[in-house]
């Protein structure tokens, strides 16, 4: 393990939720990307997808089980709006919550919009050794919640605790044997 003198690099993947918005307009993913890298973690993933359910816990799904990625950062879809639905596509991979993640949000997010932050659906998860984090889609909020919290808690650093360690014994998993399982799986019983 490191000392708390070593930064720890993580790899990063970024989802940007939007049903309105393509990559040119996409300045939440844009910020999340950004500060990863300026702070010496690797963005290896990039990706905006619609609001759907199953295309939003798909991708997940995936990178979850790639043992390449160990942190997942979602900006939209947290609200309450008809098609909002980013908390219940990632919550049910989810092995622990991160009660604290979306307690702290609305703590910090209270000083900029007052009593509205209770609808704020950021929330936190702890899947596979990926820690998941599902920020709202503006990137006033993406700010608060990496500069409130994202910032320390990914780095190795920080004390007295941080995610960099648990997300660290990620078991390897090469993505091609996923590929080959999942083949594998899907091909069963059809000859």
Known sequence: MANSDTFVPLNIAVLTISDSRGPAEDTSGQYLTDQANAAGHHVVERRLLPDDVYLIRALVARWV????????LITGGTGFHERDSTPEAVAPLFDKLIDGFGEEFRRLSA??????????????????????????????????????????????????????????????????????ALDTWSNHGTD
């Open 65 to 72: 089980a790639d043992s390449r990625i160990h942190v997942v």
């Open 111 to 180: 000083d900029d919009i007052g009593s509205s932050t209770i609808q704020s659906r950021a929330l936190g998860g702890l899947s596979n050794h990926t820690v998941v984090f599902c920020l709202p889609g503006s990137t006033g909020a993406c700010t608060l919640g990496w500069e409130g919290i994202l910032r320390q808690q990914l780095d190795s650093r920080h004390r007295p605790c941080n995610f960099s360690a648990l997300v660290n014994r990620k078991p390897e998993r090469p993505l091609h044997r996923l590929d080959d």
